[in-house]
C-alpha cells in the first residue's frame, strides 16, 4: 500500500479516511467504523447518527459533572451533544486535523465552546485520566489495543461506551441493541471500570 490520503467520496457527503501505512482495512458487517489511530486497521469516518449518539450518552448516563472523552471524534458531534443537552465537558481526540477543525467549528456552532475541546492525536497515545465517560466507534482490534490504556488511567466507576464493536475477552455490563431511525440496526456495549475489571 503507497504512502498518503486516499480520499474517498460516500453517498452522503464527503467522506475521508486516512490510511497509513502497513493499515489495513477492514469493515465489519454493521456500519463504518471512525478514524483510528495508527497501528489500528482504519476503516472509513462515517458519523454517528444523531439518535445513536443520544442513545450512547443515555446508556453511559452523562450527567452535568462527568468529563466525556470521544476517542476518534470526528465532526465532534458525541462531546458537543455531551455538552449541549447534558451539561457535561467533552474532549474529541482524532488523528485527522480535518475533523478537528470541523469539531471546533460544530461546537463554536452550538455555543458550547467553553465546555468542549478537541486535540489532534493518536488516541493510543492520549491522556484519557480526566474522563469519566469514554465512548468508542473503533473496530474490535482498536478497542483490544486500547483497553490497556483505558484500565490504567481510568478511574473507578468510569464508563465506557462502544458502538458496534466489543472489547475482546472483557464481557461488557450491558448490551443494547435497537434499530436508528434510518432503520438500521445498533448494538452499543457499556462497561463500568472497577474490581471485576480484567487485569489490562
Do not use: C
Not at 478514524?35 to 450527567?63: K, N
Not at 486535540?119 to 473496530?139: E, K, W
Request: charged residues 20%; hydrophobic residues 40%; without cysteine.
Amino acid at each position: 500500500m503507497k504512502q498518503g490520503l486516499w480520499r474517498i467520496v460516500g453517498p452522503v457527503g464527503l467522506m475521508t479516511a486516512v490510511l497509513l501505512v502497513g493499515s489495513a482495512v477492514s469493515q465489519a458487517a454493521g456500519p463504518a467504523n471512525v478514524a483510528t489511530a495508527p497501528q489500528a486497521s482504519l476503516a472509513p469516518y462515517v458519523p454517528t447518527p444523531q439518535d445513536v449518539v443520544e442513545r450512547m450518552l443515555g446508556l453511559a448516563g452523562v450527567g452535568k459533572n462527568d468529563v466525556v472523552i470521544d476517542l476518534g471524534s470526528g465532526d465532534g458531534r458525541m462531546v458537543v451533544t455531551a455538552a449541549k443537552q447534558f451539561g457535561a465537558r467533552g474532549i474529541g481526540v482524532d488523528i485527522d486535523p480535518a475533523r478537528i477543525a470541523e469539531g471546533r467549528a460544530n461546537a463554536k456552532q452550538a455555543g458550547v465552546e467553553s465546555l468542549v475541546e478537541f486535540r489532534q492525536q493518536d488516541a493510543l497515545q492520549a491522556d484519557i485520566s480526566q474522563a469519566t465517560v469514554v465512548t468508542l466507534y473503533l473496530l474490535s482490534s482498536s478497542n483490544v489495543k486500547l483497553r490497556p490504556r483505558l484500565l490504567s488511567q481510568l478511574k473507578p466507576g468510569a464508563r465506557i461506551v462502544s458502538h458496534q464493536f466489543g472489547m475482546g475477552d472483557w464481557p461488557p455490563d450491558k448490551v443494547e441493541t435497537f434499530t436508528d431511525g434510518n432503520g438500521t440496526s445498533r448494538t452499543l456495549y457499556l462497561w463500568t471500570v472497577g474490581a471485576n475489571s480484567p487485569k489490562q
